[in-house]
């Protein structure tokens, strides 16, 4: 059987004040040290997740984050200053993250700049976010995101549909995607690039 690690298993309280963030740490380290395929399980609750990083690469290519809950940043704008964003997916290949709400409060939703993210699906992903860019991709010219696939993502901003920022991002997006996807088309880049201009 495909291994899952829950959350609740692991000791997270959906009670929107302990900190997650460790639990959902070391649920991502397992994972990502399991040569098998592997699911991260968020179940209903509301969990407060101050600031996790999910850096690979690892061991496989196949990890799911499947949220039945709601995942919380702090209010705290403090807090969300000394993160250089809420939730960051760094140097990973085959990833889904489906269902479940996310709710920012603050800051963007991710990955940090100038990391390699490639094929990872957000699906069924619907939220508040507390900044006009809900969905940013910062990705470094050198090294794109390539096959992200974003899968009906409903992110508002005070009451308004929110914005996507993408540099560097090339996917597809299928079903009601809003913010409406930044993402340019498989292969637009050219991958050799030349700063003298040679190629």
Do not use: M
């Not at 957000?122 to 696939?149: M, Q, R, V, W």
């Not at 299928?174 to 880049?189: D, I, Q, R, T």
């Amino acid at each position: 059987a495909e291994l899952t690690f829950n959350i609740i298993t692991l000791v997270a309280k959906p009670d929107e004040k302990t900190d997650a963030s460790p639990v959902l740490q070391t649920a991502w380290a397992k994972a990502c040290d399991s040569t098998e395929p592997a699911t991260i399980y968020v179940p209903e609750g509301i969990f407060f997740v101050r600031s996790v990083r999910f850096n690979g690469p690892c061991k496989n290519n196949a990890i799911t984050v499947l949220i039945d809950g709601t995942l919380v940043a702090s209010s705290d704008i403090q807090v969300l200053a000394n993160s250089s964003s809420w939730i960051s997916f760094n140097h990973i290949s085959g990833l889904s993250i489906t269902g479940g709400i996310i709710n920012g409060q603050g800051t963007p939703f991710g990955n940090d700049s100038g990391v390699k993210v490639s094929e990872v699906t957000y699906e069924d992903i619907k939220g508040t976010s507390a900044t006009e860019i809900a969905i940013k991709f910062d990705c470094s010219p050198t090294n794109h995101c390539t096959g992200l696939n974003l899968i009906d993502i409903n992110l508002t901003y005070e009451n308004h549909i929110a914005k996507a920022s993408c540099k560097n991002a090339e996917g597809t997006t299928s079903g009601v995607v809003e913010p409406s996807s930044c993402l340019a088309p498989a292969n637009f880049y050219p991958y050799n690039i030349d700063p003298l201009g040679y190629s």
